[in-house]
T-cell receptor
């Protein structure tokens, strides 16, 4: 079945460092790919998405490119801030069914130190 | 525009009891999905409702059930609670319920079973 694999956390960075969180997926067909962020005590917020191969999603300085050849959707940010500390989830939406069920990775905790 | 509202935010129940959680989607959204989040299993899909019909169901026992009303509000019920049901239950609403549609999450209901 469809699945999402994320790099294990926690990821600890100093402010202004470069961030990469790896995400690969297994899916039949061409899923949509998402990055969600969860701040402490909160629900999930959509950070960015891409719906087809080679699409680049971007928001708040974060970027991710849908790479079909490597089945990847890695999250990057050039300069992280303390306020970026949160748990990041990579997810896919299965186009095979007529629903918007999301399949999530295990999440990666990012801790940014001043 | 009001977001997704989940009530209650926190709940403590005893093993064997049943519980009902409520979700009010964003106005105009017709699709509501439920997810269970635990430290061990991560985010797992429970079920999705669209226009009062269950369209998809995750791999959970029959003790977990849900429904959607004509105003798109949704409830989920867990009967005969077990300690392992302790989790954050997240509700997400989408406008159309198509596979590439953004899902908006509520803050969740934290259920503790003692």
């Amino acid at each position: 079945g469809d699945s999402v694999t994320q790099m294990e956390g926690p990821v600890t960075l100093s402010e202004e460092a470069f961030l990469t969180i790896n995400c690969t997926y297994t899916a039949t067909g061409y899923p949509s790919l998402f990055w969600y962020v969860q701040y402490p005590g909160e629900g999930l917020q959509l950070l960015l998405k891409a719906t087809k191969a080679d699409d680049k999603g971007s928001n708040k300085g974060f970027e991710a490119t849908y790479r079909k050849e490597t089945t990847s959707f890695h999250l990057e940010k050039g300069s992280v801030q303390v306020s970026d500390s949160a748990v990041y989830f990579c997810a896919l939406s299965d186009p095979g069914g007529a629903t918007n069920k999301l399949i999530f990775g295990t999440g990666t905790l990012l801790a940014v130190q001043p | 525009k009001a977001g997704v509202t989940q009530t209650p935010r926190y709940l403590i129940k005893t093993r064997g009891q049943q519980v009902t959680l409520s979700c009010s989607p964003i106005s105009g959204h017709r699709s509501v999905s439920w997810y269970q989040q635990t430290p061990g299993q991560g985010l797992q899909f429970l079920f999705e409702y669209f226009s009062e019909t269950q369209r998809n169901k995750g791999n959970f026992p029959g003790r977990f059930s849900g429904r959607q009303f004509s105003n798109s509000r949704s409830e989920m019920n867990v009967s005969t609670l077990e300690l392992g049901d302790s989790a954050l239950y997240l509700c997400a609403s989408s406008l159309s319920g198509q596979w590439n549609t953004e899902a908006f999450f509520g803050q969740g209901t934290r259920l503790t079973v003692v």
